[in-house]
Each structure stands twice: as structure tokens, then as C-alpha cells.
């Protein structure tokens, strides 16, 4: 939701906002934000962040952006102004994503699973952040995995999984999966393509 763009306030708010009539919201924890609360914890380790997009989302704050190679203090008093002019609910929100979601005969994670790992031990460290064991991984992972993370030009479908990053903050091509019980169907924004078609 944050650091991929010039607005990433108004991302959290639009998630934020009062659920349609009918729907429920559940939201994803992805390795960009667990990034900005480890800035926030500990600014000097977490201090990749900033050359991740953190720099960007600083500014938004009315923060100038140090340097991921800054000293010490110049990274904890940006980190300390950070947190102070977040609003509450923003923080409580990025607090409170949660690393995964099962719906039937799918799981909703950010990144990926470790493969040949119970799906009840999966760590939220490989959720978050996973590629090449998880995207290489041929075998069926008890589940269909719908994932994003890993950037690719058009939507990824294979036999376990299906990854929907379609890298929107440089692409301008955003993707959303609809899944309405036996059926798959894509919406995408900034696509040469239909902006709605039907999955096999």
C-alpha cells in the first residue's frame, strides 16, 4: 500500500474506507510496509527502507529523507518525526495487516510459501518476502497460492499458484483477480488488453 508511489496516505485511506454493502476487506501485510515499521523500531537496521521508496513516503510526511547511509541520530530523528505525524489509525493499520488469508482452495499471501513446509508453519518472513524457492516449486502446495512481489509483464497462472503483480507503480497496469466459485476473471487498469476477461 505505501513507498510505489506518490500517495501512499491516500492508499491507506481509500483501503481504510467503509467496506461496499455486501463486502469484507481483509489486508495484507507485504515486505514494503513491514519495512516502514522495522524503520520505526529500529531506524538504523530498517534503514533500507529509505532507498526502497521509504524516502518518498517521508516526504509526504513533510520529512526530509536522510540518507540510508546517514548517521545514527539523523536516522532515529527522522524515524521519531515519522511517527508523529502519522495519524493513529495509519499506524494502527500498518500494525494490523495480517500475513495471510485461506479462502477455500486458495491462500492469499504477499509473496509466497516455502514449499515441502505445513502451511501452519509457514514463517510471515517467507510470506513477505519469498521468491525462487516458492516460484520455482512445481509440486502442489495443498492450496492455490494468489501472490504478488514478484513483478511480471502479464498475470502468472500455474497449476498451484498465480501471481497478479503486474508492477502497477511503474507499469501503470494494475490487476485484480475475481474468483466467484469455479470461475477466474482479471480487471486491470492501464492495460492494452480488454479490461475484463475470463481466466481458463
Not at 540518507?67 to 521519531?80: I, V
Not at 516455502?114 to 502446495?141: A, N
Not at 502497477?168 to 480487471?187: F, M, V
Amino acid at each position: 500500500y505505501i513507498d510505489r508511489g506518490p500517495d501512499s496516505r491516500k492508499v491507506m485511506a481509500l483501503v481504510q474506507a467503509e467496506n461496499p454493502a455486501g463486502f469484507a476487506k481483509v489486508h495484507l501485510r507485504g515486505n514494503h510496509e513491514a519495512m516502514l515499521l522495522e524503520f520505526l523500531e529500529n531506524p538504523v537496521q530498517g534503514s533500507g527502507w529509505l532507498h526502497s521508496g521509504g524516502d518518498s513516503v517521508l516526504r509526504e510526511y513533510g520529512i526530509a529523507a536522510p540518507s540510508e547511509f546517514s548517521p545514527a541520530e539523523n536516522l532515529a530523528h527522522a524515524a521519531r518525526r515519522l511517527a508523529s505525524a502519522m495519524l493513529p489509525g495509519e499506524l494502527k493499520f500498518l500494525q494490523n495487516l495480517n500475513p495471510c488469508y485461506r479462502s477455500g482452495g486458495y491462500l492469499f499471501v504477499h509473496a509466497g510459501i516455502r514449499p515441502d513446509t505445513p502451511l501452519e508453519s509457514q514463517s510471515e518472513q517467507d510470506m513477505i518476502w519469498i521468491r525462487k524457492p516458492f516460484l520455482t516449486y512445481e509440486k502442489d502446495f495443498g492450496v492455490i497460492v494468489v501472490h504478488g512481489h514478484t513483478i511480471c509483464n502479464a498475470v502468472e497462472i500455474k497449476s498451484n499458484r498465480i501471481g497478479i503483480d503486474t508492477g502497477a507503480h511503474a507499469t501503470g497496469k494494475l490487476t485484480c483477480l475475481i474468483l466467484e466459485q469455479n470461475n477466474r476473471w482479471l480487471l486491470q487498469t492501464g492495460s492494452e488488453s480488454p479490461a475484463a476477461c475470463a481466466l481458463a
